[in-house]
């Protein structure tokens, strides 16, 4: 499995743990909205055609977990206190 199919079922995982946590339907226009995010890229992500990039895997890593970068191959950012 690819890095964007690894992206792709991770993302889609945490949307359904979302909706199910929230307990309420909620749209890939809603999911975008949370993320602050395009809904085009989020979809293309969800799809596994594009990787999201440096500024959004933040975003990603911020709202669902920092196993995203462990999916990507990528070090964790180190946390900055003060």
């Known amino acids: 499995m690819n890095n964007k199919e690894k992206v792709s079922k991770w993302l889609n995982t945490k949307y359904r743990d979302w909706i199910n946590e929230t307990e309420e339907i909620k749209s890939r226009k809603e ?4 993320l ?3 809904y085009t890229l989020l979809t293309r992500w969800l799809t596994g055609s594009v990787l999201p990039g440096n500024d959004n895997v933040i975003k ?5 977990g920092p196993e995203i ?3 990507l ?3 964790k950012p180190i ?4």
């Open 31 to 34: 999911l975008a909205k949370y």
């Open 60 to 64: 990603l890593a911020n709202k669902f």
């Open 73 to 75: 191959g990528w070090e």
């Open 69 to 71: 970068y462990d999916l």
């Open 79 to 82: 946390a900055h206190n003060g």
């Open 36 to 38: 602050n995010v395009d």
